[in-house]
């Protein structure tokens, strides 16, 4: 019985002790977040991801799988969506998901982008992008939407 329990125990033990806990998250540090937000600035980061809120927002303002397409936000409640769009608080996302690119890379997009005058394309329409940074914006969009029906 005492070499069973020993056994068990010893089992246990190791993999219990072979269990890892996930990475913490990722964030920038103070460097980083000094290039992020000077990326942002020269790269029209806030316009470019407001143009493509609106854009999200234009799709979610009508049902379509119903004949006549049902309207369910209207073009007051998406523009009050998009002015209340908390760029600030939406920035712990950024520096997250960007901060995986190293400080050369994000120095040479800084660059780039003053090198081309900030503008990418024509009405800010380009973007910089992850699946984080699309779940988190959607998310929050969404999130708007629902307390904007309430």
């Known amino acids: 019985m005492k070499q069973v329990l020993l056994f068990l125990s010893i089992t246990l033990s190791s ?3 072979a269990q890892t ?21 020269v790269s029209h980061y806030r316009e470019a991801l ?3 809120a609106k854009d999200y927002i234009e799709l979610k303002m009508f049902d379509y799988s119903v004949d006549p397409p049902k309207e ?9 969506i998009i ?3 908390d760029f600030d608080a939406f920035k712990v996302s950024l520096y997250s998901s960007l901060s995986f690119i190293s400080d050369a890379n994000l120095k040479q997009l800084i660059k780039f ?3 081309i005058g900030g503008q990418l394309s024509k009405n800010d329409s380009i973007l910089l992008m992850n699946s984080t940074i699309d779940l988190n914006i959607k998310n ?10 309430k």
């Open 15 to 17: 993999l219990a002790g």
């Open 21 to 41: 806990l996930p990475p913490p998250p990722a964030m920038a540090n103070l460097a980083q977040k000094s290039l992020i937000d000077e990326f942002i600035k």
């Open 50 to 52: 407001i143009n493509y």
């Open 72 to 80: 369910l936000l209207t073009e007051e409640q998406a523009i009050k």
């Open 83 to 85: 002015e209340n769009f």
């Open 113 to 115: 982008h003053k090198s």
């Open 140 to 149: 929050q969009i969404d999130y708007a939407i629902e307390n904007i029906k």
